[in-house]
């Protein structure tokens, strides 16, 4: 039961704490900012209040129900779970079996560590140059981020990164944009290839997995930026080759978002380095504190409930994946979902704060994936960065004009073979992304629809705007399962993600449709609400973007 304290716990204070803060904290301060912003986007239409409560109540019970069940049949099943997947964890709890499966997370909390006092000496410094030399700000952070970099990293890995870099540079000077995605796709096919890897093993001399690891990572990332500032220099009218030069290095290689991103593309990094310095005011440190102090909250939240909840690990006994009844498959899935969102939390929002204290505005922490009920909105608000990109350096070039309805459906497809590329061309992601294909497609052909005329008219006539909303909802149910159904591939794997076809689709019962087409009705409903609450209560974001 404590565990399901916990996790409730997670869920309600990840969706409501941070607006009531902001809610009660500046109240009577940006009543006009949220008035302009309340006309920007209209409201979902409301329902009775008795119905709301039914879909919140309905939809938290079915989440928290389902990951007990799947809590019990963890704790039921440690005998057979992978011991190289725990290790012994923190004393305070006695010693308790940490889950460290999943690697991501595993790697970079610890990992953090060693990136910790660069972070440190980054904003003390920075801080210094900032206010005694601001000219040398942007030669600052090269050096410091280039010697940071070479201590972690090394030598090796830092210079063939650096080669990299100087190759896009030199390629975004003739000119050409089908150059310049040319040699990107070319240099992140070194991700994809096993004899780059070992040739990469071979020369650069690392001294465990790990270390190959961070190169890997780092690589695709850095592939972003460089593409990024590549394309951006394509169209960039300069005297001073030099200056475009070290410009396009210190973007690609700024520490505070070297790591884990999140992606800040070039033309926005560049308005944001050289726009003014934001002054030091009591308001600005309390946000940074309190901002910091909030990711640092959910990284030891997230470290605490790997002592108890062994869901990951769970998920690579595929024998009990195949085993489980629906109900703890689904709590299964759920946790991944919420422990997937928590994770980029912290790997974003980190970095994020750090780079603030450089007067930057990186993009936005990602949206609580239990809360949101259009594909759309899913790659919209959950990695903002990433999505920045595509639709600047993909999506618009290819897309065209906004009557052009075929070259869209041929630019988002575009958009998901480069990141099923980018990712590493795995099969789980030939799922992964087909599936978000479709659900985007047919979500933008249901918004053309209802958009014309003689629907809009029927729809103003005869439908009122709850009955509209309950329509919506319904109509977005099969969708969301869809696309709940392709990041359980992208999660677990290809082997989790077929049991899950399988035991929900393949081989399901009228009662279990039901139950699944139910959950997502009540998920659309509370993700509309809280949308609605949002959109009234947006003025704090314009409070986030002045500190």
Request: hydrophobic share 45%; net charge positive; charged share 15%.
């Amino acid at each position: 039961m404590l565990l399901l304290v916990l996790l409730l716990f997670i869920y309600l204070f990840e969706h409501f704490t941070s607006i009531c803060y902001y809610y009660y904290y500046r109240k009577f301060h940006c009543c006009v900012c949220m008035t302009l912003l309340n006309m920007a986007k209209p409201l979902n239409s409301p329902l009775p209040g008795v119905e709301v409560a039914f879909y919140i109540i309905s939809w938290t019970v079915i989440c928290f129900y389902s990951a007990y069940e799947t809590y019990l049949l963890a704790l039921g099943n440690m005998e057979n779970l992978n011991i190289n997947d725990f290790v012994y964890g923190w004393r305070i709890l006695g010693n308790r079996w940490k889950d460290i499966s999943n690697y991501e997370w595993h790697f970079w909390s610890s990992w953090f560590w060693e990136v910790l006092p660069w972070y440190c000496s980054h904003i003390l410094l920075g801080r210094l140059v900032e206010r005694f030399n601001f000219k040398y700000k942007k030669a600052f952070f090269l050096v410091h981020s280039f010697t940071a970099l070479c201590y972690v990293m090394g030598p090796l890995p830092v210079t063939y990164m650096a080669a990299h870099v100087f190759i896009m540079f030199a390629a975004s000077q003739l000119k050409s944009v089908k150059l310049v995605w040319c040699l990107s796709l070319a240099l992140l096919s070194g991700l994809n290839i096993s004899a780059v890897h070992t040739l990469q093993k071979t020369y650069m001399t690392f001294t465990n997995e790990e270390h190959f690891y961070l190169l890997l990572f780092t690589s695709a990332m850095m592939n972003l930026r460089y593409t990024s500032a590549a394309m951006e220099f394509v169209n960039k009218k300069s005297d001073s080759k030099w200056k475009d030069c070290f410009d396009f290095f210190t973007y690609c290689f700024y520490l505070p978002l070297y790591f884990t991103g999140p992606l800040l593309t070039y033309d926005q990094f560049e308005q944001q380095i050289n726009g003014p310095v934001k002054t030091w005011t009591v308001s600005r440190v309390k946000y940074l504190v309190r901002e910091l102090m909030r990711i640092l909250l959910w990284a030891a939240f997230l470290e605490f409930i790997l002592h108890f909840y062994y869901f990951n690990a769970l998920a690579f006994d595929l024998h009990a994946v195949r085993s489980m009844n629906r109900w703890p498959l689904g709590g299964l899935g759920w946790s991944q979902g919420q422990f997937f969102h928590v994770k980029y939390v912290v790997m974003f929002g980190l970095p994020a704060v750090i780079s603030k204290f450089d007067s930057l505005n990186p993009p936005a922490q990602p949206l609580c994936i239990s809360r949101i009920y259009l594909y759309s909105d899913m790659w919209k608000y959950f990695d903002r960065g990433l999505y920045s990109f595509l639709k600047r350096y993909i999506y618009i070039p290819i897309g065209g004009d906004p009557g052009r309805y075929v070259q869209k459906f041929v630019a988002s497809a575009a958009c998901f073979v480069f990141i099923y590329y980018w990712h590493g061309m795995f099969d789980y992601l030939v799922v992964w992304c087909s599936l978000n294909f479709v659900g985007v497609s047919l979500e933008a052909i249901a918004t053309l629809v209802t958009s014309m005329a003689p629907i809009r008219r029927f729809r103003e006539s005869y439908v009122s705007p709850p009955m509209w909303r309950r329509l919506k909802a319904m109509a977005a149910a099969p969708l969301l399962a869809i696309s709940i159904m392709s990041n359980f591939y992208f999660f677990m794997g290809n082997d989790v993600g077929k049991v899950f076809l399988h035991k929900l689709v393949y081989y399901g019962t009228p009662q279990s449709y039901a139950v699944v087409l139910f959950s997502m009705y009540c998920l659309g409903q509370t993700a509309m609400e809280t949308e609605r609450w949002e959109q009234r209560s947006r003025w704090w974001d314009a409070e986030e973007k002045t500190q």
